[in-house]
């Protein structure tokens, strides 16, 4: 059983919840993520570490309230259990040695963007972080990420925030004024494919993290499978994150799509999952 320590509303459909759970805490680095079963008759949940204190044994996870499952997870409470939490699983980011990198999250992505950005800003890189969102009401872990990059920027779509816009814009802008070894995108999969397309001309190292449907996270159900350059990868193991010049954007977006009659499933019983 693992406990929940801490939980904060970050808007009105993500909540932010941190588990008492030492053992990952102990070996979880930026990029890995961890599968939640809230009880003996829930589903399994891949959720990507958001943040993690070693010294205190917690893991940080971020929750977009959407489906059966997310919706019963963000329902419990300081103090609450949840049943399992498995990892960490998946490869840790591999960083290289940049010296100036771009993080890019789109909407809940800015939580998976947060560690990388953290890692990068702690181990002496300029960081620039560009946080894109629908409008205001959803942004998330803003005074978090300007504490860990030396540039933000918010785009919001409807301009209530920030700039209006698409992330890719200012990424542009970016590449064409100053030279950067690294950009890192993560949020949804036409946003990733975008940045990618944006990066590839100026021929910057661009990593994505992916998020395909996974059900086991040790690469034997198949689900997750990914085409890179031509190769069938496994984002549980192989991943999550890969280069993003070589993903094939569109068949994991026809993948993506093909649960989408069972996730709008209505129960015979009266219930909705």
């Known amino acids: 059983m693992f406990e929940i320590i801490d939980k904060k509303e970050l808007n009105t459909s993500v909540t932010s919840l941190t588990l008492k759970a030492p053992f990952i805490a102990k070996k979880v680095m930026p990029g890995q993520f961890?599968?939640?079963?809230?009880?003996?008759?829930?589903?399994?949940?891949?959720?990507?570490?958001?943040?993690?204190?070693?010294?205190?044994?917690t893991v940080t996870i971020v929750v977009q309230a959407i489906g059966f499952s997310t919706k019963k997870l963000?329902?419990?409470?300081k103090g609450d259990f949840v049943l399992?939490?498995?990892?960490?699983?998946?490869?840790?980011?591999?960083?290289?040695?940049?010296?100036k990198a771009i993080i890019i999250g789109g909407g809940v992505g800015c939580a998976i963007a947060y560690p990388q950005a953290k890692a990068l800003y702690n181990m002496g890189v300029d960081v620039t972080l560009i946080a894109g969102f629908r409008s205001k009401d959803i942004v998330i872990l803003e005074e978090e990420m300007k504490k860990v990059s030396n540039n933000l920027f918010i785009t919001t779509d409807d301009g209530s925030y920030g700039r209006q816009g698409l992330v890719t814009e200012v990424l542009k802008e970016l590449l064409e004024k100053d030279s950067y070894d690294l950009v890192i995108a993560i949020g949804p999969v036409p946003m990733m494919k975008f940045v990618s397309l944006?990066?590839?001309?100026?021929g910057v190292k661009t990593l994505v993290s992916l998020n395909p449907i996974m059900i086991d996270g040790t690469g034997?159900?198949?689900?997750?499978?990914?085409?890179?350059?031509g190769e069938i990868k496994f984002a549980c193991v192989d991943g999550p994150d890969f280069d993003g010049h070589l993903v094939d954007f569109?068949?994991?977006?026809?993948?993506?799509?093909?649960?989408?009659?069972?996730e709008a499933h209505k129960c015979r019983l009266g219930g909705t999952k």
């Open 198 to 202: 944006t990066t590839k001309p100026f």
């Open 34 to 57: 961890v599968i939640v079963r809230i009880d003996q008759l829930g589903e399994r949940i891949p959720l990507t570490v958001s943040d993690f204190d070693r010294e205190n044994g």
């Open 84 to 99: 399992d939490v498995v990892g960490p699983l998946g490869c840790p980011t591999e960083f290289g040695t940049p010296k």
């Open 220 to 229: 034997m159900c198949g689900g997750c499978r990914v085409n890179v350059g």
């Open 250 to 262: 569109d068949e994991l977006t026809r993948r993506n799509g093909y649960y989408k009659e069972e």
């Open 74 to 77: 963000v329902a419990l409470n």
